[in-house]
Nanobody, 118 residues
Framework: QVHLVESGGDSVQPGGSLRLSCAVS????????LGWYRQAPEKQRELVAV???????SYADSVKGRFTISRDNAKNTVYLQMNSLKPEDTAVYYC????????????WGQGTQVTVSS
């Protein structure tokens, strides 16, 4: 069984930075995609950034140049470095792992709150 545990959410002022972490436990295999999603109040959950087992990464247009996704395979942890935060980045951020043929296995963390406000 795979478990994902996020941490690092906090309240920050606009222009500030945060680093989210997602610790992955359990076994999984390639191909896989490790990603960060977010959901703001009364909005649909949206993809923020994803890293694939082959090494490629992609980002939502709204965070390009400000957020960076990375992973430490030795620690089974994926990170989301968030810089130049804006109030519109306020949301619950979720870690997601999909793996297997057609990404048939799909796991979510419990989420961590990020609030950007002056």
């Amino acid at each position: 069984q795979v478990h994902l545990v996020e941490s690092g959410g906090d309240s920050v002022q606009p222009g500030g930075s945060l680093r989210l972490s997602c610790a992955v436990s359990g076994s999984f295999f390639s191909p896989y995609a490790l990603g960060w999603y977010r959901q703001a109040p009364e909005k649909q959950r949206e993809l923020v950034a994803v890293t694939h087992s082959g090494g490629s990464t992609s980002y939502a247009d709204s965070v390009k140049g400000r957020f960076t996704i990375s992973r430490d395979n030795a620690k089974n942890t994926v990170y989301l470095q968030m810089n130049s935060l804006k109030p519109e980045d306020t949301a619950v951020y979720y870690c997601n792992l999909r793996y297997g043929l057609g990404y048939m296995y799909d796991y979510w963390g419990q989420g961590t709150q990020v609030t950007v406000s002056s």
